[in-house]
């Protein structure tokens, strides 16, 4: 991506190909066997951050904000990938010196009240980095935690007091004020008023917008609430799965063209925003393990714009209802497992008990049990209503193979059932893990709808082949 003012503004902070996995090989069989889990956090993400800018960080809970945010930081050892500070390398430097760094790069935390040391008063809290660092000492140690108490709205005379004795708010503040009291360049704030009232979240949003613009502070502010994200932010990354997957200015990021999960993230604002023009597009479903993420495109699994594969004519609902009832026999280890969470039978809105589609469900209630001609296509009948899938589909090719499928789980064959989707049903953007496409000025978004050279109708990119071989 390319920057609209280029590269007079030498960035405070660099982020290059940033990668943190976690080890989360567990018992003795996996030790014995040499298996080891690693949870890809984050994998692969890079920034940059502006002196005076506010960088926020969006996406659902898992995505990887919070292990970025502490990677950033060197709180956790990123696996690959470089921080740079003003152009030095973070990840290169020595704990003492990182230590020592600490001074420019502060953090402010999502609940205040795990993070301050409870046998502290705020004095001591506030005081302690001033000490760590040699900063100041004696009575101007005091005048200084003084002087931060007031900065961040608090009084003097609290600075006796311990955390517990302090709302929510102000204990907040009390977090702010002991990164400002090293008088940071950057202050990376994870979540910071997720935890607290609205009328509160925006009185500490406004004292850090204050703050921003009495110190020229930078922000990396992560949050999962888009609404908060487009008031603090200059320019937003929406994270998924550990990556990036669309960066820009804020109103851009804030109207078309959407990466889709950015669609769905502000479909789901609950009142309408004023810049909002989509068409309210559904996402369902929780993200997906980090382990092992989805293959090509991370979102596919559960993406309302899901690319249909140019060999059928069908629609992209239809697609990804095809999608769905694929991964869902891949996943099933039975066929009463093959709905997670079923809301109506009918299509009445009524609740079903247990959630799951029982093969019983499909037999002819007035016939013999056991499968019958009739409970077949009860069966199927069943499936595509839970999926929502067309009887029959507007392909015949497509129609077969769905129907086959469709046999094949009634039987209780799933492994079968779930081969014969995934040979049928592949979209491109199971194939292809998109790069980031520019899409505006300073605007990126890794989607493979934006690929200039992916003809979507054909299937093919612009030389004629076929998105397969870099898929992950
Ligand atoms: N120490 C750890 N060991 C193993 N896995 C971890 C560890 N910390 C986080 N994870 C996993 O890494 C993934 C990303 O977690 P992370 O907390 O960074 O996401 P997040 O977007 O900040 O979510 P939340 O808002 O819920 O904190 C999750 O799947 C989480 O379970």
Redesign the pocket.
């Known amino acids: 991506m390319s920057d609209d003012d280029g590269d007079a503004v030498e960035p405070v902070l660099r982020v290059e190909g940033l990668e943190t996995h976690?080890d989360?090989t567990e018992g003795f069989l996996d030790r014995l066997l040499g298996r080891s889990r690693r949870?890809r956090?984050v994998d692969g993400v890079d920034f940059d951050l502006r002196a005076g800018e506010t960088l926020g960080v969006v996406?659902?809970?898992?995505?990887?904000?919070?292990?970025?945010a502490r990677s950033v930081l060197g709180l956790v050892e990123p696996t690959a990938g470089s921080v740079y500070h003003r152009g030095e390398d973070l990840t290169a430097l020595s704990s003492a010196e990182l230590r020592d760094r600490r001074k420019d790069l502060q953090y402010v935390f999502q609940d205040p009240l795990s993070s301050l040391n409870p046998r502290l008063t705020a004095g001591g809290i506030v005081g302690e980095p001033l000490d760590v660092h040699g900063l100041a000492a004696g009575a101007e140690r005091d005048e200084r935690v003084r002087e931060l108490l007031e900065t961040v709205g608090l009084k003097p005379n609290h600075a006796a007091r311990y955390p517990h004795e302090f709302s929510g708010g102000q204990r907040q503040r009390l977090g702010i004020a002991r990164a400002l009291a090293v008088d940071p360049e950057v202050i990376v704030c994870d979540?910071p008023v997720s935890a607290l009232d609205a009328s509160v979240q925006a009185q500490i949003l406004n004292l850090l917008s204050d703050l921003q613009a009495e110190f020229g502070l930078a922000y990396v502010f992560i949050a999962?609430d888009l609404r908060v994200i487009e008031h603090v932010s200059d320019r937003v990354a929406v994270?998924y799965l550990g990556e990036f997957v669309e960066r820009g200015p804020t109103e851009t990021v804030f109207e078309p063209p959407y990466h889709p999960y950015t669609e769905a993230l502000l479909s789901a604002i609950p009142e309408p925003d004023p810049l909002w023009e989509g068409d309210g597009i559904r996402l369902t479903g929780t993200v997906p393990?980090?382990v092992d993420p989805p293959s090509g495109c991370r979102f596919h699994t559960r993406c309302p714009r899901l690319v249909p594969s140019a060999e059928y004519d069908l629609s992209g609902e239809t697609w990804r209802s095809l999608t769905d009832l694929k991964l869902r026999a891949r996943e099933a280890d039975g066929v009463t497992s093959l709905t997670a969470a079923r809301t109506s039978r009918e299509g009445d809105g009524s609740p079903v008990d247990g959630g799951a589609l029982d093969p019983a469900d499909a037999i002819d209630p007035a016939g013999p049990t056991g499968p019958t001609e009739a409970s077949r296509e009860t069966f199927d009948a069943l499936v595509r209503e839970e999926f929502g899938l067309p009887d029959p589909l507007s392909d015949p090719d497509a129609e077969a193979a769905v129907a086959e499928a469709i046999d094949a789980l009634r039987d209780d064959r799933i492994g079968e059932a779930a081969e014969l989707l995934d040979a049928a049903f592949v979209s491109p953007c199971e194939r292809r893990h998109p790069t980031e496409y520019d899409v505006g000025a300073d605007h990126g978004i890794a989607c493979l709808r934006y690929d200039g050279e992916f003809d979507e109708e054909a299937g093919t990119f612009a030389d004629g082949s076929e998105p397969a071989g870099s898929a992950e």
């Open positions: 976690y989360s949870v956090a996406g659902e809970s898992g995505c990887g904000k919070t292990t970025l979540e999962h994270m393990s980090p």
